[in-house]
């Protein structure tokens, strides 16, 4: 079976890089440099994770799936956004997961988001932002894959 799954994070100084992965390799990858002093540390990040019997395998054809399921990705996004109308505890160190479902074609969908020292409502603003910037973050997205 195969597996997908793209990332979103945020960096303290700024950064923001995402990727997709197929069957635990990165296959395509972008970042945007922040404008303070270098420091990775993550401020939050967005973890989803699809798998099912009929995903592609390929870094080319992963992403003209991830395309043409935008719409219902980015719903799922929305719906987990939905759910968090203020955030998490943050006496609770573990990060938020929901389980959601694309299409038939996948067994499920993992929306998993890690906070720790934002203010309240600011994760969901992320997850909400997300969705937004979908299509436009696979277009801009490079190939780690060289022919």
Not at 31 to 36: I, L, M, P
Not at 71 to 96: S, T, Y
């Amino acid at each position: 079976m195969t597996k997908i799954k793209s990332d979103f994070q945020r960096r303290f100084d700024g950064g923001i890089r995402s990727g997709h992965g197929v069957n635990d390799s990165s296959v395509l990858h972008h970042f945007e440099s922040g404008a303070e002093d270098f420091d990775p540390a993550l401020l939050w990040y967005i973890d989803i994770a699809m798998d099912g019997p009929s995903l592609p395998d390929e870094s080319g054809t992963a992403r003209q799936w991830l395309v043409r399921h935008s719409r219902q990705i980015e719903r799922e996004l929305r719906k987990a956004a939905e759910h968090l109308p203020i955030g998490v505890d943050a006496d609770d160190l573990r990060p938020f997961e929901a389980k959601r479902s694309v299409n038939a074609d996948t067994t499920g969908v993992n929306v998993v988001s890690g906070i720790r020292g934002q203010s309240e409502g600011e994760l969901t603003e992320n997850l909400k932002v997300t969705p937004r910037q979908w299509q436009s973050n696979l277009n801009a997205m490079e190939s780690l894959i060289r022919a």
